[in-house]
Each structure stands twice: as C-alpha cells, then as structure tokens.
C-alpha cells in the first residue's frame, strides 16, 4: 500500500487544508501553493468543495474494499478477523496521516458528498461491529458493549494522525501492535 499520488493542484490542496482547514483555507491559498492560477483549480475542480472532495476521494478510495479483503483474508476466526481489519485501518492511517487528518472537516461538505464519504467510514463500522458481535456470540471476546467498544477502536485508530505526521519507517510493525491493543480492548479469549 502506497500513498496515492496527487496531481500538483491537490498537493497544495492537501498542504494548505492539512494546515489551515477546510474553513481556513482559501482558493487563493491553494492556488499559491499548487503554482496555478485561480482559473486552472475551477476548471479542473469547481470550487474548493470540490478540490477538497477530489483529496477525501484519493483518502478513501479503496480504503472499504481493503477492510473486506482483510476480513476475509482472517477466515472465520473472528480475532484474527478483528486484527487484521484494524491493521488495515492503521495502515491506511500511517502511510497518509495528513489525508486521513483532513477527515474531520467532512462536516463542511455539502450533504451529497458528506453522505458519500460518512457511507465509507460506516460500512467500516459495520464491518468491524459485526466481528466483534460475532467473536462475542462465540465466546472468544468478553466485551460488554460491542458498540461502543467498536467505536472506542475506531478512534484509537483515527488518533494515529496526531502521533505520526509521516509515515514512520515500521508502519507494518506498528499496524500489528494496534491489531494486538484491539484483541485486548475486546477482551479476547483463546480459550473461548
């Protein structure tokens, strides 16, 4: 998994959002920073909703797909399941924090785009609640409120941002000590 590449317009798009927000940046301010003139970002983009989209759409292109192919990739052993879908969340997490820290500003959008981008960030909701649901029905998690223990998860992983600016250099090694703090944080049981 590498970090997607971004045209020059969404380079100085995701700098100027990445430091000032979607609220406190301008199309000016991105325009300086991509090296183009205020014509060139409407053009290619719209407004700056639409630049700002355009980044969130880089962010979470395949970030769903990748969560259900860690999934299956378990089996049907719902901790190796749960390890590997937050693996795969932190990974996305590490290798694009100052994309992935732009997410936040979702709320800003226009309801058709902040629906499309709230879908994603709940089917990997839904995705993880039904693991850790079904490890509980099993018996191997002793989690007393699936819900707010699936949420708990989700944003320890969303904090990663806040600790990592870059990628650090064993990402890979990192992903598989937070799917690890996840098995903890559901109180698996080999035994169960």
Known sequence: MAQPELSPILRGA???FYE???RGTTVRDISQ????????????????????TALLECATKDFLARAYAARDEGGDKPEVRLAYVVES????TL???RMVAL???IRYLSAPNRDRFERVRTGVERLLLGIVREGRRRGLF?????VLTT???LDMCDAVPSWYVECPPKYHAVAQKYGAIALNAVGYRADG
Do not use: C, Q, W
Request: glycine share 12%.
């Open 142 to 146: 002793t989690v007393s409120d699936p």
């Open 103 to 105: 997410e936040p500003d």
């Open 33 to 52: 920073r991509a090296g183009v003139a205020m014509p060139t970002l409407y053009y290619y983009h719209g407004n700056k909703e639409g630049i700002f």
């Open 89 to 92: 969340i932190l990974l996305r």
């Open 14 to 16: 995701l700098d100027a």
């Open 95 to 97: 290798i694009g924090p």
């Open 20 to 22: 000032k927000g979607f």
């Open 151 to 153: 949420r708990a998860l």
